[in-house]
């Protein structure tokens, strides 16, 4: 291997498997876990990752592995690639592999993700200094049609990552940029908490489609499913999420800005400009309700925010409303087991003490 | 005339014209008010309505006027047939004209309409010993395709009639029944505001189907619109509606048991249920959202259940979720002008002080 950061994949999805390709194509070591031996045997037996796309290659990891303790064990930048649902039991398992010195990534870590994985540990007793990071997407459009196989349609040339403690963060980004120079820092976990547009974009709209979702016909998410009305909330939504940022100092844009600068969408409304999106023209709308778009968007989402907008005094009536409404029609209780104040190991922290947990992670 | 019973209708609609033509053929004097000139004077014209369907004839009012006070003045019986949300407003113009002995009859009541009805003449200063009476639903099926002509498809052959002071109920039973024999007395007007379907029917399938509502499909209300998860989420809501009853010691059935034993329809879920009904079957979904199934059914329907329920101890979160979520979709407050505790003038009320006051009417 010509560089010497040791990668450890958690995760052989999509992302998992793009990335564990992509690094090993660009000479560093890696080791890539999965839960399922199908998908570990496969590659083992073709001897890599097969990427095609905008990288092409055949990426050879070091180790392909359902041993989850060989994977981590003394690698430099631990990338967890896995629904945010699972990032507690990730964390619990990786628990007993941790050193000093290591670096965690959560890829996307959803909203919280860090503080939510820092926790765990804390509760199992692991207490290395190390350092905990999250993305706010996962930096590739990528599709593994099949183990082995990885196809990367793009890498978006931006990405925040930001840390638990931010006082790590230039450490943390003195790694990864040296594999993804487009990687920007973010002052800290709060910024790519909030950063998080599926939050908006997918529980409250998935409410509003419930009909559509369970009829016979076929619909597509943005051109169908943001309607005038349901565009409308949704940006109201959002201007909750820009208020909280606010109240931690952050200057985020909202969503219909965002689609101006990334996508150059020009519109008056959110339900406009999604139609506008060429991104978004062909994405099609579930044909269930029980998805990720309620069930991890929530609880790992709009839950998080609500508490955190608790924390800082800072009303989210329309996200309650939403993250209820789920929990009710869902019959689940997304605020027993989402990421709330308690379940993150905040509860009764001040704001001032919960500021300077994030840059110094250190509870006062 | 052959009988001695006035009657006045207040309002020209599809239930107003078919009541004032019944009435008239039946040989009662009727007097018949509307608000536009124009629905007056073609009754005028042509001396009186035509009724056609399961009642066939031309029925002749003694009276058809935009005179209100015309109308009402020394009518025994005032038949107010106009949407729920209009009903304090007529109260307000019917307050210098009401006299002692009348009975007023808001048909339907939607839930707590002689409740507000009384509440309004009392801020009139209007105190005449009067009843208040309220039904669940409209007598008729029926349609006014234009002034002057009623189709009455069919008369329902059970009507719940409650009045305020529960007492009076006897009274205001022996004037009606003379002419709509079918209808029996509920124990007090909660037996009517609580067998509020519309309540449960229409706003929580109306917001989980915002997107179909402004889609460019067609679709059907019942068939289509209660989907598994709809049917299931107001399957929820009703059981509140039950509780809330229960409270009153009124023992209610769910919509689901409604639908068997009024239409033959049996089914597992209210979803098949309604699928099943004959009578559902061509019933088709609106076109926008700002239709009385959130603008009438939200203030006049969910919102007085929830506040009955905090006077009488049950909780009803799905009603509050869904109330809250139109109010923020619609961006109108229907708990600011909608028939709350305050509003009825029953703030402070406690429970056993309410449950005599809907007996007697007077004020603890």
Redesign the interface.
Known sequence: MSRETVWAIVGGGNGGQSLAGHLSLMGYPVRLYDIFTETVDAINAQGGIEVSGVVEGFGKPELVTTDLGAAVKGADAVMIVAPAVAHKTIAKQCAPYVSAGQTYILHPGATCGALEFRHTLDECNCTPDLAVAETNSLIYACRAPKPGHAVIHGIKDDLVLSTLPAAKNEHVLGVLQEAFPQIVGGANVMQSSLGNANAIMHPA?T???????????D?YYYR??I????GA?VE?LDKERVNLAQAFGLDMITIREWYRVAYGVEAETLSEAVKKNPAYAEIRGQKE?RTRYLLEDIPTGLVPMIEMGKLMGVDT??ME?VA??GS??LEEDFFAKGRTLKNLGLAGMGKDDFLQYLQTGVKA
Do not use: A, C, K, M
Not at 207 to 217: A, V
């Open positions: 709209p409410l509003l489609n419930t009909s559509l979702i369970e009829s016979r016909h619909w169908e499913g309607t005038p009305s349901i909330f109201e309700l009536p329309r409303l209820r409404f009710s029609l």
